[in-house]
């Protein structure tokens, strides 16, 4: 729900798709697939997913590496954000809804 409110700029598609599969680990080839964010650019944002804690390496798979999200503050927070988008979303359809 990021994505409503910044944009659809590569690292909030990779935000939106960690705070709704925070729960899997995956690896960057999938995070790219799910989000359709090019593997390079998904490569050059992972250094500042890593940087601010919001993900951590969980084990390899043949030899893809897997990562899964960290639960700290700044997940919390922006998973909070995250929440708060789609109720706002969801006022504003169930208003319409009244009104049409």
Same mark, same amino acid.
């Given at each position: 729900?990021?994505s409503?409110l ?7 598609k ?5 705070l709704d ?10 995070v #790219?697939?799910?989000?359709? !964010?090019?593997?390079?650019?998904v490569n050059?944002?992972?250094?500042? &997913?890593?940087?601010?804690? =919001? ?8 030899? #893809?590496k897997?990562?899964r !999200?960290k639960?700290?503050?700044l ?5 909070? &954000?995250?929440?708060?988008? =789609?109720?706002l979303?969801d006022r ?9």
């Amino acid at each position: 729900m990021l994505s409503y409110l910044f944009g659809d700029a590569p690292i909030i598609k990779i935000l939106d798709f960690l705070l709704d599969e925070w729960e899997l680990d995956f690896s960057k080839a999938d995070v #790219a697939r799910e989000t359709g !964010v090019s593997w390079k650019t998904v490569n050059e944002v992972w250094g500042t &997913l890593e940087k601010f804690g =919001l993900i951590e390496y969980t084990r390899t798979v043949n030899r #893809a590496k897997m990562y899964r !999200v960290k639960k700290n503050n700044l997940f919390k927070t922006l998973k909070r &954000l995250d929440m708060e988008i =789609l109720a706002l979303l969801d006022r504003d359809d169930q208003k319409q809804e009244v009104t049409a």
